[in-house]
Every structure is written in structure tokens, then in C-alpha cells.
């Protein structure tokens, strides 16, 4: 099929070539050792986290089922990006169906808004476990925590769908080439001769309206935790109860710090080179993935007294 556009013909599009650092070529061969390594790193702490609260029976509480969801996000959002990127360093296959874009594209927003908002829900566990610990078992059940993963997985399913929905209507010839690693919306919305500004508000709109309202209920209930810890006087709770929670916000500090990083890095784009928010945006697929069951697994203690049982039994 052909298009007429300024007087010429060109052909519809059928598929697209994502094109990595077009003006930094060269780091795509430094690049592409320490990402497979945490690639791997991420798989396998997240695999190892899932079967050690799967196996421990001490492991099966709210929290820890949380925790669960956040590494099968993290898991699908790694297998979803960073196989064919090493793919595009390594062997040069460039090419990406068009329908695995557009999927792709929709699994990258939905599963990031998802991981956000677990964020929330995990904020929201650590906030009545400091601030109504007498109320905490009756509160988060297990009840809870099915009624909050079907909220996260409704919520951000049925606001991210129109994303793909919109950039897969626009009409594309001629131009296939993404000046990216990966299905990004606006990368892939950029290519179509249509008018994109409804691509654009929405993606703006329905980026701070998700990934803005979580992190505001975030620090809402780590302000609220802060005040009900300074007020505790006996030797040790405030220690004890920041020990708690420690974990998630360190973790919580650094998903927000990269997004804000990246977002920055898109203000600026006159100032810094394009491929910088390539970069980041790659490695905001991995770099958390690979962080979080670390994080989990240094600093609970639960976590490594099931793994270290798990190892002795030949796990």
C-alpha cells in the first residue's frame, strides 16, 4: 500500500528499526557488558526472592506478597526491554515488528505505572505498621493485598492502553526508523505524518497523573511515619522503626530519583545529547530490577535467614 505525502509516494510501514545512539555509536560496546551483567543480576535475585518467600513459610505475610509483585514487575519489565536491546548491540537486529512495538510500548508504560503504584501500597503497609501497630493485622490482610494488586493491575491497565492505542492509529510511510532503543511512545509517535498533540497531552497528563499522584501518597506517608517516629521516647524504637521501613525508602528515593533525572534530562535536551535520555531510559528498565531484591535481601533479615536456609538445603 502507498501514500501520497509532498507529492511523493512512500510505502506503508510494516515494521520499524530502532536505532541506538546514533550519535555515540561507540557505547554500545561498553555498554553492553555491565547491562547483560545486570541483567542476569536482576533475573536472579528476583527469581531467588520470589522462590524463598514461595518456599518460607515465616516469609508468607502482606508485606512480603508486595514485595513478590514488585519482582514480577521488575522481571517482565527487564524481559520486555533489555533481550532485545543486547540483541541490537550484539547481532545488529534492528528490526521490531510492528506489533511487538506497539506491545512493547504498552507493557514499558503499564508495568512502570504499576511498580509506582506498588510503591504506594508498600508506603501505605510500612505507614500503619509505625503509626497503628496495634490495628496493623486487622488492617493489611491478605484481603488487602489481593484487593490492592487487582487496583494495580485495573488502574494502570485501563489508563495506559490508550497510549499504544493512540500512537497505533497514526498513519506511518515512508519514515521507520526510531531514534531509540526502544518502542518509546513520542519516539514512535514522532515517525507518523498525523497531528501527535493528543499523544503528547496524554502522555504528559496521564504520566503525572499516575506516576505524580503515587509518589505525592508516598512522602505524604513517609512524612506521617518521620512525625510518628521522632515522637517515640523509648531506647532503641526510633532505630527499630526506621529499620522497618528502611529499605522501601531507599528504594522509593532511588526510582524517584532516576525518573527525575530522566524527565530533566528531557527539559534540557537542548543542553545535553540526545542519547543521554536513550540511556537512561534503558537503564531505568534494569538498574531498579537489579537494585531492589539486593536492597530487600541486605537489609531484612527475615529475607536472609530464608535464603540462607533455602542454601542449606540445597536450594
Known amino acids: ?185 513520542m519516539s514512535v509517535s514522532r515517525l507518523s505524518y498525523d497531528d501527535i498533540t493528543i499523544n503528547r497531552l496524554y502522555q504528559f497528563a496521564g504520566g503525572w497523573t499516575l506516576l505524580g499522584s503515587d509518589l505525592v501518597l508516598i512522602f505524604a506517608s513517609y512524612t506521617l511515619i518521620l512525625r510518628a517516629v521522632l515522637r517515640l521516647k523509648a531506647e532503641g524504637a526510633v532505630a527499630k522503626a526506621l529499620g522497618t521501613c528502611g529499605s522501601h525508602f531507599i528504594l522509593i528515593l532511588f526510582f524517584s530519583t532516576i525518573l527525575l533525572v530522566f524527565v530533566l534530562t528531557h527539559v534540557a535536551k537542548k543542553k545535553v545529547s540526545p542519547d543521554v535520555p536513550v540511556l537512561l531510559n534503558v537503564l531505568h528498565h534494569v538498574v531498579p530490577a537489579a537494585l531492589n531484591p539486593i536492597v530487600y535481601g541486605v537489609r531484612t533479615q527475615e529475607i536472609k535467614q530464608g535464603i540462607q536456609r533455602l542454601l542449606k538445603k540445597g536450594w
Not at 9 to 34: D, G, K, M, Y
Not at 71 to 80: A, E, F, G, I, Q
Not at 82 to 99: E, Y
Open 1 to 185: 500500500m502507498t501514500a501520497h505525502q509532498n507529492g511523493t509516494i512512500a510505502t506503508e510501514v510494516s515494521h520499524f528499526l530502532l536505532n541506538c545512539f546514533v550519535r555515540s555509536p561507540s557505547w554500545q560496546l561498553w555498554l553492553s557488558l555491565p547491562l547483560s551483567l545486570l541483567f542476569l543480576l536482576a533475573m536472579g535475585a528476583n527469581a531467588t526472592l520470589l522462590v524463598t518467600i514461595r518456599l518460607e513459610a515465616s516469609l508468607h505475610q502482606p508485606m512480603y506478597y508486595l514485595l513478590s509483585l514488585l519482582s514480577l514487575l521488575d522481571m517482565v519489565l527487564c524481559l520486555t526491554v533489555i533481550p532485545k536491546v543486547l540483541a541490537i548491540f550484539w547481532f545488529d537486529l534492528r528490526a521490531i515488528s510492528f506489533f511487538a512495538c506497539f506491545l512493547q510500548m504498552f507493557i514499558m508504560n503499564c508495568f512502570l505505572a504499576m511498580e509506582s503504584c506498588t510503591f504506594m501500597v508498600m508506603a501505605y503497609d510500612r505507614y500503619v505498621a509505625i503509626c497503628h501497630p496495634l490495628r496493623y493485622p486487622s488492617i493489611i490482610t491478605d484481603q488487602f493485598v489481593a484487593k490492592a494488586a487487582i487496583f494495580i493491575l485495573a488502574r494502570n491497565f485501563i489508563f495506559t492502553l490508550p497510549i499504544p492505542s493512540l500512537s497505533g492509529r497514526l498513519y506511518y510511510c515512508g519514515r521507520n526508523v526510531i531514534e531509540n532503543c526502544i518502542c518509546a511512545n
